[in-house]
C-alpha cells in the first residue's frame, strides 16, 4: 500500500512563502500524475496543483502564477512551493496521484496564512 508523508506547513504572514513535501512510498511513483490538493474548513478538497511523470505541470486559476509544483522521481517526492501568499490559501494541503488517486490519503500539512 502507498504511504504518503506532507510536511512543510505552518504559520505565514500575507505575502509570504512556503514550501511543501511530500514523500511517496512505493515504486509506483515514478509512473503517475501526482497532485497537491487542499481542503479548507467547511469545503470540499480541491486539486490545485498536478505534474505528469515527465514534469508536465497545470495549475488551479487562484494558485497561477504563485505556486509551482516539481516532483523528483529518485526521491519519490512531489513539492509545492507557494509564494505571495493570501488568507485565502488557508487550508491543510495533501499529495496525491490524479486523476485517479491512491488508496488512502496521508496526514496532511496545514497551512494557515494569518498577520
Known amino acids: 500500500q502507498v504511504q504518503l508523508v506532507e510536511s512543510g506547513g505552518g504559520l505565514v504572514q500575507p505575502g509570504g512563502s512556503l514550501r511543501l513535501s511530500c514523500a511517496v512510498s512505493?515504486?509506483?511513483?515514478?509512473?503517475?500524475?501526482m497532485g497537491w490538493y487542499r481542503q479548507a474548513p467547511g469545503k470540499q478538497r480541491q486539486l490545485v496543483a498536478g505534474?505528469?511523470?515527465?514534469?508536465?505541470?497545470n495549475y488551479a486559476d487562484s494558485v497561477k502564477g504563485r505556486f509551482t509544483i516539481s516532483r523528483d522521481n529518485a526521491k519519490a517526492t512531489v513539492y509545492l512551493q507557494m509564494n505571495s501568499l493570501k488568507p485565502e490559501d488557508t487550508a491543510v494541503y495533501y499529495c496525491?496521484?490524479?486523476?485517479?488517486?491512491?488508496?488512502?490519503w496521508g496526514q496532511g500539512t496545514q497551512v494557515t496564512v494569518s498577520s
Open positions: 496525491n496521484a490524479h486523476p485517479k488517486t491512491f488508496g488512502s
Open positions: 505534474i505528469t511523470a515527465g514534469g508536465s505541470t
Open positions: 512505493g515504486s509506483i511513483f515514478s509512473f503517475v500524475i
